[in-house]
């Protein structure tokens, strides 16, 4: 074979990518985002590989070709790229991790794949328009990249996803094929697949727990290989679909459907006493697959008994779907059944019999005249109202107004509850009603006493440790206490008792606050915010019978807030990735009871010792409020003393 014409055109590719200063080539600034031995790129681009547009590898220094063997440690410009399809694939199948700061592609690029390469995507990146398949294989992702919306193939086999919510929010509307086997997911809840065809989850080897996820009839394959289930919960039409669908499998010598005999494991022996605890019934879809049976529930799970059964008896993180499927189906049918949503610009129509339902003609003893009120500026925002700071007759109060949008009856009469409920309350340990104002139902407002130092949330987040002495937390400490001792004593159980519902102020004192609906669901203290959950106590979580004890673990997560001046937990991370832990994983380990927030070396020892107690388990260990209250005083004095 005669070399010299290629020996030639080489020279002429050097001459060419070198003849011109090096400021000329558009890699260079990877210089510093490369190591000395790694400066090396891959592109498709017609003024650096030639006029056809064939991929050549760069020194992104100067960018002279280099031979197209050396290994690039970078993805540069595919613009010129003379296919709609390419599929980046390591050496070796050895993972890689690449730069793609100045990665980009044909806007008419159909289908692309990286396979064992890491890398990171930068904000300036956008995915071409008409990409409609997308494939990542062992490239070691914890999180999924954001995708087009194009996007009818996407598979991310072989990495190391685990985040449920990822599924639930960041599919493309579009998609058909998915393929997420070989992850490191420990459950799958409340997910929508009805516009899949084919399902991939084979090779899960942590995934246990299966519960909420629907199919439709356009379902083909689904991929349940070398799994080791040991619950998978299901409404009875899913449970038809996956019936029929064995069926089809078997007419189709097993080609449109992978069920494994291993598909259960052994732990599914109890499946009867959980399903059963569900209301359910333990089911097979084909009796000729003894291995694979399925929970057949009704339409609606109790909470607690999902709770309860997953605390008991699988992992924690396991549990983190099902206690929060339950929690949002249970929250979520009632809005359903309710019926009774309006559009954020439009006011609420409700029947002549819904109204009468309404006891609001309680609340004309504490009726003002709205003509007297003027609106400032918003102070905070909840999961169903808003906090506004504004002057009545002179006097500077906060009026709180439930959102215009969502709001139904059900919690419209909770608004008119908690408002009754305030009116009944005389405690210097209270925020006071001002009193109530409406035109009609859906305008009603509620205003208060306007306290000026914010809440202890934001206090703490806004001072370091060194800058508040626990003489002067003791005060914010014994006001909250003596505020539980006054609604024991009546019986009244608070029920979302966090620092942001503790109020300060400059001369009134510290003050509890917001005895209202935000706590109803536990879908909106998952979304808006730091979730509600993080004080609440184990029994209110797994929605069983509480007491008055729920609000003493309460207080005891707000004596570590005291402590470390963080929200419970936010210290918390991934032994894997080193990320925070999410809400939903907290969650689990809440309900279970096997986590305590920490503490600041300096803290009190008494203060250590009465929050021990109040984050007890078992709510008949904890101290009352009068104990606590107690404790407090005595303690103080001994701080005077010394």
């Known amino acids: 074979m005669n070399l010299c014409p290629a020996i030639l055109l080489l020279l002429v590719a050097f001459v060419a990518s070198t003849g011109t200063a090096s400021s ?68 070796d199948d050895k993972l890689l991790n690449i730069n793609v700061d100045l990665m980009e592609f044909r806007p008419d690029m159909t289908s692309l794949g990286f396979s064992y390469f890491n890398f990171a995507l930068p904000n300036r990146f956008q995915w071409p328009q008409n990409l409609s398949q997308l494939h990542f294989t062992g490239n070691n992702f914890s999180a999924m990249l ?32 998915l393929n997420i086997g070989k992850n490191a997911y420990e459950y799958l809840a409340d997910l929508n697949f009805n516009r899949l065809t084919h399902l ?27 799994l080791a289930l040991e619950n998978w919960f299901m409404d009875s039409t899913t ?10 499998g078997k007419n189709a010598s097993g080609q449109n459907f992978s069920i494994p005999a291993t598909l259960v494991g052994a732990n599914f022996t109890n499946a009867t006493s959980k399903c059963s605890q569900c209301n359910g019934t333990c089911s097979q879809p084909d009796a000729n697959i003894p291995s694979f049976i399925v929970c057949v529930t009704g339409t609606k799970l109790s909470a607690g008994a999902i709770a309860g ?34 559009g954020l610009e439009t006011t609420p129509t409700w029947s002549t019999g819904e109204e009468a339902g309404l006891t609001i003609q309680d ?50 009469q909770s608004f008119v509850d908690e408002i009754k409920l305030l009116a009944s309350f005389d405690s210097p ?72 519902n503790v109020l300060l102020d400059s001369t009134k004192g510290t003050k509890l606050t917001d005895f209202g609906i935000s706590k109803e669901d536990l879908q909106e203290t998952m979304t808006i915010g730091v979730g509600t959950f993080r004080w609440m106590a184990p029994e209110v979580i797994q929605d069983l019978h509480y007491t008055v004890a729920a609000d003493i673990y309460s207080f005891g997560m707000i004596l570590s807030e005291f402590s470390t001046h963080r929200i419970p937990y936010d210290d918390l991370k991934n032994t894997t990735n080193g990320q ?7 969650l689990v380990k809440v309900a279970g009871g096997s986590i305590k927030p920490n503490f600041a070396a300096d803290t009190p020892e008494w203060i250590q010792d009465i929050a021990m107690q109040c984050l007890s388990v078992d709510p008949e260990a904890r101290p009352t409020a009068i104990q606590l209250s107690h404790v407090v005083r005595t303690q103080f004095r001994r701080m005077l003393i010394v």
């Open 580 to 586: 925070p832990v999410p809400d939903s994983a907290i």
């Open 363 to 412: 609340l004309e003893l504490v009726k003002l005249d709205e003509r007297d009120l003027n609106l400032h500026k918003k102070l905070g925002h909840g999961a169903f109202a808003d906090v506004w700071l504004a002057t009545f007759q002179g006097r500077s109060v906060a009026v709180k107004m439930l959102h215009r949008s969502n709001v139904t009856v059900k919690q419209l």
């Open 200 to 226: 991939y989850l084979h090779e899960n080897h942590q995934l246990r727990d299966l519960a909420n996820i629907t199919f439709s009839e356009k379902l083909q394959y689904l991929d349940l290989s070398s």
């Open 146 to 177: 954001q995708s087009p919306s194009t996007i009818h193939s996407l598979s991310y086999q072989d990495n190391q996803l685990n985040n449920v919510t990822e599924l639930q929010t960041m599919l493309p509307p579009p998609l058909q094929i």
């Open 239 to 248: 449970f038809d679909l996956l019936s029929t669908l064995v069926k089809r």
């Open 429 to 500: 340990y209270i925020v006071q009603l001002v009193g109530a104002m409406w035109t009609r139902p859906s305008d009603l407002k509620c205003l208060m006493e306007f306290m000026n130092g914010g809440d202890l949330r934001d206090f703490l987040a806004t001072h370091r440790q060194d800058q508040v002495s626990w003489e002067d937390k003791y005060a914010h400490i014994h006001n909250i206490v003596e505020g539980l001792v006054y609604l024991h004593s009546l019986n009244i159980i608070h029920r979302d008792l966090k620092s942001r």
């Open 24 to 91: 000329a080539c558009p890699y260079t600034a990877l210089q510093t985002k490369l190591p000395s031995n790694r400066r090396v790129i891959v592109v498709s681009d017609t003024k650096q590989c030639g006029a056809q547009g064939v991929p050549c590898v760069l020194d992104v220094t100067n960018c002279s070709v280099l031979n197209n063997d050396t290994d690039w440690f970078a993805i540069g410009s595919y613009l010129n790229y003379p296919d709609t399809y390419q599929h980046f694939i390591a050496d």
């Open 309 to 342: 059964i997953v605390v008991g008896a699988i992992a924690f993180a396991a549990m983190v779907g099902i206690v929060v499927f339950c929690y949002m189906r249970k929250r979520l049918k009632k809005l359903e059944q309710l019926n009774l949503v309006y």
